[in-house]
C-alpha cells in the first residue's frame, strides 16, 4: 500500500494561470476576454414577479460596483467580488433594460401556491414562465433568459412530502451507482420545456439577493438556513451567466506533448413513468471545455455483477456519435478517449467502445476505461483536520481511493461541514497509469461553471452526465434537445 499527495492543479485564465478561480478570475481575466466573439454585453431576459424582477436588478447593479469580503482569518476562502464591466479583469457587462423583462402578477403563485403540491400545480406554474419566455424569444434579442423565483413559490415547493419507498424496485439497490429520481421537479421541467427557445436558463431565488428570504431548516429550533457569503453568491452568479451567455471563463491547462483527449462521462437516470432506465452523456472537449450532450440507449441490469450497463450495441452507437461531434468541432479526431463511468465496464461496453475506435482508422488510438464511485475506506491524519484534498492512497488492489474534498493548504481550512467521503477509482482497462488518471480526475473537479470554489468532489464529466440526465427525463425521445452543457446547468 502506498499514500501520494497530488498539488492542486492549475487552471488557464486570460492572461495566465492561477489554482484558484476566483484570483484567476480577478488577476488574468476570462479565458477568452481577447476574443472578439467573446460576450461583453450580456442582455439578460429575465421573468418573474415585479418583486424579483426589481430585486435581481438592484442586485445586479449591486455587484457591478464590487461586493466585499466576508470578515474572516481566511482570506483566500473568501475573498472579495470586485465589480463587473469594460475596463475591469471581468470585462462583460450585463444589458438590464426593461424592454427584456416579462412580469407575472404576484396573484397567480399566491392561487397555486395554496394547497398541497403536486405535479398539476407545478406544470401550471412552469407555464407561467414558459408564456413569458416565448414572448421574449420572439420579441427580443437576450442572451440568457432568468426565472426569478418568488419567495411564495420557494416554501410551495419546500413543503415535506412522505413518499412511499419501493423496497422492490431493484435499480435502486444497485451498488455504486446514482439512479436518478423520476420525482418531478420543476427547477428540471422547467429548464428542459425552455430548451425549445434557444437560450440558456439560470433559475434565481430571491435568497440569493435577499437574505431575509430564506427558508427554515428543518431543525426544531427553526432558525433560517445557511447562505453562502455576499461575495460568493455574486462570483457564482456572474461566473455562471457569463458562461450560459457563450464566454469560457477557464480552462483546463494542457501541455502541448500531451495527446490530445476527449473526455466523456456516463451515468443513467429512470424515465418520468419509470419503465425505462436510459443513458445519459456528456462529453467535456479539453481544448475548451465545453460540454456537449449526447443521449444513449436504454441501459440495462447485468445479471452477472447486478450493475448498470450497455449493450455493446448501445456502447458502439454512443462512442461512435460523441467521436462524430468531436472530429465535427475540431476537424480531426483525438488521439485519446477517457470514458468515466458511474458502474464498472464490463466485456460488452468495452467490445463496443473498442469497436468504434477501430471504425476510426485515423484514431484515437488510446483508451481510458474508468470508473468512479464512492469509497467506502477513510484515511485520518494526525490532527483534527480530515486528509487533503490531493490525496491518493493505493491500496494494492482496486479501487485506489482519491480524495477531492479535503483540507486546502490554499485555504488553511477544511472548506467543509461534514466528515468528506473520498471517491474509487476502478481502471477497467486502461493505458495510462492509476496516478496520471487520479490527477486527471482531480483537474476535472475544477471545471463547473456552476461554483467559484475549485474543491469540487465530482469530475465534472459524471456530474455534467448527471445532470443531463436530470433534464433529458423532461424530453420526449422524439423531442429536439440542446447539445451543450450550458443549457443543463
Known sequence: MKTDFFHEPELEFGTGRHIDIKFGLMNHGPFDFDNTLAPK???????????TIEGIVAWLEECRTGISAKPSKRPNLFPHFPGFGEGMQLCADFVLDSQLQRAIPPKSFDELCQGTKTDEVLLKIAQLYLDELEYLSEKTTADVFVCAFPFVLVQYLDQEEEEAVDDTDELDRVPGVVIISSKFILH????????????PTQIIRPSTYDEQKRLKSKKASGEKKQLQDKATRAWNLYTALYYKAGGMPWRLVRNESEFSTCYIGVSFYKTLDETKLLTSTAQVFNERGEGVVLRGGTAHISKDDKQIHLSAEDAYNLLKNALQIYQREHKNFPARIVIHKSSKHNGDEIDGFENAMQDHSIGPELADFVSV??????????????????TFWDTGEEPFVLYTKGSVNFFSAYPGMYVPRPLGIRCDQVAATPPFLAQEILALTKMNWNNTQFDGREPITLRCARQVGQILKYVGSNDHYQPYYRFYM
Open 373 to 390: 464511485t464512492d469509497s467506502s475506506t477513510r484515511l485520518f491524519r494526525g490532527n483534527l483536520y480530515p486528509p487533503l484534498r490531493g
Open 188 to 199: 428540471d421541467h422547467l429548464k428542459a420545456q425552455a430548451m425549445q427557445f434557444g437560450k
Open 41 to 51: 454585453k450580456i442582455k439578460l431576459g429575465i421573468v418573474g414577479t415585479p418583486e
